[in-house]
């Protein structure tokens, strides 16, 4: 919504067409590295699929942020080119999960050794007739 209104106030000449560095943007794409980056450590212990969706995503972001901060198309361009690997990660791990949601699972999701030693549910503790995660 912020960059629907940025761009707005730019269509209608409020707000400068920025050129050369774009430091508050810049910003922006930091934070959303970082999340991303800490999300991708997270699930790399369970999920590789996922995992390499973030890690593409993550680094999309911080390439961005670069180019943000710099001004710098090429820093740009190459960004984008991430963001499109990301995108082809998360459609193939989005069709993975859906396929495995209905009891077949064509696609590898890259379930790590540790994920798949867990149990699917786990009983509640003291809760007679609980199972958690359901």
């Known amino acids: 919504m912020g ?3 940025l761009e707005l106030l730019i269509a209608t000449g409020i ?3 920025p050129s050369g ?3 508050a943007f810049a910003m922006w794409f930091v934070a959303l590295a970082s ?3 800490v999300g991708a450590i997270v699930v790399s212990f369970e999920n590789l699929a996922l995992a390499a969706t ?3 995503l993550w680094l999309g972001s911080a390439l961005l942020a670069i180019g943000e901060f710099m001004g710098a198309e090429g820093w ?3 960004a984008g080119w991430v963001f499109i690997a990301s995108a082809v990660c998360a459609w193939y791990t989005a069709s993975a999960l859906m396929f495995e949601g ?3 699972p064509l696609l590898p999701v ?3 050794k540790m994920a798949a030693q867990e149990p699917e549910v786990a009983p509640g503790g003291g809760e007679p007739g609980v199972a958690k995660g359901q």
């Open 102 to 104: 209905i009891g077949k």
């Open 54 to 56: 973030l890690h593409t």
């Open 3 to 5: 960059w629907g209104i």
């Open 76 to 78: 740009k361009i190459l």
């Open 21 to 23: 560095p774009f430091p």
């Open 110 to 112: 890259g379930m790590t």
């Open 15 to 17: 707000a400068p067409q």
């Open 35 to 37: 999340i991303t980056l």
